[in-house]
């Protein structure tokens, strides 16, 4: 995602009552950070420009919802864009999903969304994937016991490799399709800026949902 640098950027996001940055002091209480605190959190890793969390949290206000991104620009558009839904359920961690356990505490999640995450094509590079083994150990830990995790992308080479990591670290699976717009699911589908632009070129959105095995 190429985004113009915002040189006021930062100065937002850290004086932003949406935002926390990067930190552990709300681990293990993250719900307390939102006015409902019994509502399940729902996490977002790699947030973007934010369309998805917007319409997620009007969607399902029973929920909390949490994005993260590392870049300051887009996540100045998402903050901005959640900001305009005036929803009391939504939040934005400014922070490296890399420090994902030192942030969420054992069993703090709902779910996690990855969403058109980078597929890292070459080989040399499989260990960045969101999917590889240590990050889905992660997931692991840090999901509820009846928590799940929400995979879409337009890499076949990145959906075929999450299926084999699923199967080989202990996931099993809920659900999943090819070609999510045309499937059973698509009814439920909340679609991100990436899933719009890649859907309107014709690509095929595969998808997966998972949880860990009991
Ligand atoms: C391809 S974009 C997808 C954005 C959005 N989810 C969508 O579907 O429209 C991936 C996003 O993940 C963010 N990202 C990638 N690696 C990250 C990391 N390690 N920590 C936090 N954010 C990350 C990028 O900055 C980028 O905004």
Redesign the pocket.
């Known amino acids: 995602?190429r985004l113009r640098r915002n040189p006021h950027a930062k100065e937002i996001l850290m004086n932003h009552p949406l935002v926390d940055v990067a930190t552990n002091h709300h681990k293990g209480s993250w719900k307390s950070r939102f006015s409902n605190p019994h509502n399940p959190l729902n996490v977002?890793?790699?947030?973007?420009?934010?369309?998805?969390l917007a319409k997620a949290s009007s969607a399902y206000p029973e929920m909390n919802w949490i994005g993260?991104?590392?870049?300051e620009e887009?996540?100045v558009k998402a903050v901005l864009k959640g900001t305009e839904t005036e929803n009391e359920n939504l939040r934005y961690l400014w922070?490296?999903?890399?420090?994902l356990t030192e942030v969420f505490a054992e069993g703090e999640v709902n779910r996690f969304?990855?969403?058109?995450?980078?597929p890292w094509p070459k080989a040399r590079h499989a260990k960045?994937r969101?999917t590889a083994p240590s990050f889905l150990n992660q997931y692991k830990q840090l999901l509820h016991p009846d928590g799940d995790l929400i995979l879409?992308t337009d890499s076949l080479s990145l959906y075929e490799y999450s299926l084999e990591m699923f199967t080989d670290n202990g996931f099993e699976f809920l659900a999943s399709s090819r070609d999510l717009h045309h499937s059973i699911y698509a009814s439920e589908n909340i679609t991100?800026?990436?899933?719009?632009?890649f859907a309107s070129r014709g690509n095929p959105i595969y998808y997966v949902k998972v949880k860990p095995c009991k």
Do not use: A, N
């Open positions: 995602m977002e890793l790699g947030t973007g420009k934010g369309q998805f993260i991104e590392k870049i887009p996540l922070m490296d999903i890399l420090e969304y990855l969403h058109f995450s980078d960045r969101l879409k991100t800026e990436y899933e719009e632009k």
